[in-house]
């Protein structure tokens, strides 16, 4: 199966400390697709060795029994890609809208690990650049309150630029909830 997962905010906290080294014991312990790739997209100029780069340095921080090899991260490095993307720019979602498309992944998830307060710009650029489809998920990265009034609320923020209804939980929820389709 092959999928695409695009961290906006990639150059954050919660991606090199968290979700990087989440995504290194999958690939490590052979639980993602082997023709997966993963770009991150922050809005400083860098190139995917250079962000390659930045992740394995942080990779100094894990637990040593969960710290890559040289050529363990060699292998994990060839998913991570790079991209340089002004948020509010709307030719910059067009760029990433032909890096996804080139080879039209069965599964895409935008994993917004943003502000909240950009979430719902990200969501319409996304939907006017066509990345809303049936293969496409959206997971929203922060606590969007603590009922489920709020948490619908929060969520429909990219109810009206996707293509198919879905149910949907911040990844607080995620452990009990999970996206319906």
């Known amino acids: 199966m092959s999928f695409d997962l695009v961290f906006f905010g990639g ?3 919660l991606t090199w400390r968290k979700l990087m080294p989440a995504l290194f014991q999958a690939w490590r312990h052979g639980k993602l697709p082997a ?12 190139s995917d060795a250079d962000y390659r780069r930045f992740i394995q340095e942080r990779f100094v921080e894990v637990d040593s029994a969960k710290r890559p090899s040289d050529e363990e991260f060699a292998r994990f490095a060839e998913l991570l890609h790079y991209r340089r993307m002004d948020l509010s720019q709307p ?10 498309s080139a080879r039209q992944a069965e599964t895409v998830v935008l994993f917004l690990a943003t502000s909240p307060h950009l979430f719902p710009q990200i969501c319409a650029q996304l939907g006017a650049v066509g990345l809303n489809g049936p293969n496409v998920r959206v997971v929203l990265e922060k606590p969007l309150g603590h009922d489920r009034p709020v948490r619908r609320t929060s969520t429909a923020w990219c109810a009206p630029h996707s293509t198919k209804t879905r149910r949907c939980a911040s990844t607080t929820t995620w452990a009990s909830r999970r996206c319906k389709t």
């Open 11 to 13: 150059t954050g906290d």
């Open 35 to 46: 023709d997966g790739r993963i770009l991150a997209v922050a809005r400083d100029e860098r």
């Open 91 to 100: 030719a910059d979602y067009a760029g990433l809208q032909t890096w996804v």
